[in-house]
């Protein structure tokens, strides 16, 4: 009897190809979708099938807005290995733990990426002084690779339709000190009808089927079906036809998932540029990767423009489409009206600036409410978009104060600090700082202070008498 079952669990075995996730068997990969990847991939199926049986790639991008990639790899406690899909993108060890408890991550250096998902933004090429929208932007992977490109110039905005993930979406933004974007929740058929025809380029990193994640989530896994990849084909075309009245005659639209189904991938590009004649696509310059198939989509040869990328070619999976448009655009959205005339309180929250660094504000700062944010100087009407942020929240009125806030330090730089603590990494202040404790610090600091880990900004304080005040956010701060 207990042969026989033994015996049944080898025949699952081999009938059923498994994933082990650190070591353990976690969900059975769909019949239906091996079926489907041994046609996609012939001869190379074996070797799909056994990644599987390995770990998923781990990999981090450093953030130029706030250090460079020579300075991180001194200070982890890992080694760093470029990824073949982006600048600023690398392998890190399976064993490397604990990322998001340190100080740098805290203080924005760097972001934990699979290293496949970068490859969009590398298709995307967004340069200084680029408008640029990330329409499908939570929790920021590809919105704070924009950013870093960016650097500081030009206009990012990032769009998640699912409010709460809005919210991780602008804690993100602002760890990484992005400075010059808009954070909204809205839906993508009312922005993109609002701002027609104002973007350099357009991301859609669209909702999928998640396949390119089964290594990583097993959910995913369980909630496959074809019927499931065909919903979210239906649900990421109804995006792109959104999309493409955001883009300017001659910008770019580049469209992403991290599936292998065809149906959500070729399939949707092949919809959409039927739909959009005033489309054509265009080579990703990727040089990971493999070429798309055009009989995934409807046959038409220039599908193999599009890209492919497997756990064989070093990522998780992910599918990467550059499409620019051809058609006029000749919509252009209002703009936001700044007014000439600077409130009382403007003023003050000028000062306070002034207070704080020893540069001039890189935004315009404007009171909404009780808060003053710096914003863009250029920018369009933001009314009804679902805006959570935009620019960087200076400060806010608490009783007849202004008080300063956290996002403002975050997007600071070292040299523009008139008052700052730079402590080591291995100080254990960093520790208690992150917990929240006071910190002793020089008498001769006096008011606010920028506290910074190795140079790069990781929150503030109020100093007096040889005592920091910790004013780093209850909701960031790394538990005992
Ligand atoms: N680009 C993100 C990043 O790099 O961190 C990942 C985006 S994820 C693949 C897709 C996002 O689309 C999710 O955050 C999801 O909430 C959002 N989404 C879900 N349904 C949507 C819809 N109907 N329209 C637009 N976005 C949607």
């Known amino acids: 009897m207990v042969d026989g079952i033994f015996r049944l669990g080898?025949?699952?075995?081999?009938?059923?190809?498994?994933?082990?996730?650190?070591?353990?068997k976690m969900a059975a990969l769909p019949?239906?979708?091996?079926?489907?990847?041994?046609?996609?991939?012939?001869?190379?199926?074996?070797?799909?099938?056994a990644c599987y049986d390995k770990p998923g790639f781990r990999a981090i991008r450093?953030?130029?807005?706030?250090?460079?990639?020579?300075?991180?790899?001194g200070f982890l406690p890992f080694s760093l290995t470029p990824a073949p899909f982006a600048t600023g993108s690398y392998y890190i060890p399976q064993q490397a733990a604990g990322l998001g408890r340190q100080p740098l991550h805290h203080a924005g250096a760097f972001y934990v990426q699979e290293p496949s998902a970068a490859s969009a933004v590398t298709v995307l090429a967004p340069v200084p002084g680029d408008r640029v929208l990330d329409l499908?932007?939570?929790?920021?992977?590809?919105?704070?690779?924009?950013?870093?490109?960016?650097?500081?110039?030009?206009?990012?905005?990032?769009?998640?339709?699912?409010?709460?993930?809005?919210?991780?979406l602008l804690s993100n933004m602002e760890r990484m000190g992005v400075r010059n974007a808009v954070v909204s929740s809205c839906r993508p058929d009312l922005l993109c009808e609002r701002l027609a025809g104002y973007f350099d380029k357009v991301l859609v990193d669209a909702p999928c089927s998640g396949e390119g994640m089964f290594r990583r989530e097993p959910q995913a896994v369980k909630e496959w079906s074809l019927a499931h990849t065909e919903a979210c084909a239906a649900r990421q075309l109804a995006i792109l036809n959104s999309a493409a009245q955001a883009v300017r005659e001659g910008g770019v639209l580049v469209y992403s998932t991290c599936t292998f189904a065809p149906v959500e991938n070729e399939g949707v590009v092949s919809a959409f540029l039927q739909k959009h004649p005033g489309f054509v696509l265009e080579e990703t310059g990727l040089s990971g990767g493999r070429q798309g198939i055009p009989s995934c989509g409807d046959g038409t040869p220039s599908l193999k423009k599009t890209r492919r990328i497997y756990p064989m070619d070093g990522g998780e999976g992910h599918f990467v489409a550059k499409m620019r448009r051809l058609q006029e655009n000749s919509n252009?959205?209002?703009?936001?009206?700044?007014?000439?005339?600077?409130?009382?309180?403007?003023?003050?929250?000028?000062?306070?600036?002034?207070?704080?660094?020893?540069v001039m504000p890189y935004g315009s700062i404007v009171q909404v409410e009780d808060k003053f944010l710096l914003l863009p100087r250029e920018l369009p009407d933001l009314a009804g978009l679902?805006?959570?942020?935009?620019?960087?929240?200076?400060?806010?009125?608490?009783?007849?104060?202004?008080?300063?806030?956290?996002?403002?330090?975050?997007a600071s730089k070292a040299q523009e600090s008139r008052q700052k603590v730079d402590l080591p990494l291995e100080d254990p202040r960093v520790y208690s700082y992150l917990h929240g404790e006071e910190i002793g610090i020089s008498e001769r600091l006096k008011g606010f202070t920028t506290v910074f880990v190795e140079g790069v900004a990781l929150g503030f304080g109020k100093a007096s008498g040889g005592v920091l005040k910790n004013r780093y956010p209850k909701g960031l701060r790394n538990l005992k």
């Open 10 to 24: 080898l025949v699952c075995e081999a009938m059923f190809r498994f994933i082990r996730l650190g070591g353990k």
């Open 31 to 49: 019949l239906e979708f091996q079926k489907r990847m041994k046609n996609l991939l012939g001869q190379e199926y074996e070797a799909f099938e």
């Open 62 to 73: 450093v953030n130029p807005l706030k250090c460079s990639a020579d300075a991180l790899r």
């Open 136 to 168: 499908c932007a939570a929790p920021g992977g590809k919105s704070t690779q924009i950013a870093g490109a960016l650097q500081g110039q030009g206009l990012l905005w990032s769009n998640e339709v699912v409010r709460n993930r809005a919210q991780v």
């Open 332 to 358: 252009a959205p209002a703009s936001y009206e700044f007014t000439a005339q600077k409130k009382p309180e403007e003023r003050l929250a000028e000062a306070l600036y002034k207070e704080l660094f020893s």
């Open 386 to 410: 679902g805006v959570l942020r935009a620019g960087i929240l200076l400060a806010q009125k608490k009783k007849n104060r202004l008080e300063p806030e956290h996002a403002l330090f975050m």
